[in-house]
């Protein structure tokens, strides 16, 4: 098996490799980004309205803890 793909290289080594064919052909290229970025702003919106806002929420629902200063001098 490694002797036959190192004798296929020996062998073409030098020539340009034939072209692939495209991972989306042609037709279906368009929809397919049209497509993609309609799922990705879907994604997006749902991380902020599932996610950040509430978090923001939550955040600013907390009640703040009094924060004890002390005025003697000690030195």
Known sequence: ????RTKHFLDTFG??????????PEP???PFYIALA????AALVALI??????GIEA???????????STERTS
Not at 59 to 67: D, K, L, R
């Open 38 to 41: 309609v799922v990705s702003l």
């Open 1 to 4: 098996m490694a002797f036959e």
């Open 49 to 54: 309205w599932f996610v950040l806002i509430p």
């Open 59 to 69: 955040y600013s629902s907390m009640p703040t803890a009094p924060v004890a200063v």
């Open 28 to 30: 279906y290229r368009i």
């Open 15 to 24: 020539e340009p490799r034939p072209p692939r064919p495209p991972l989306i």
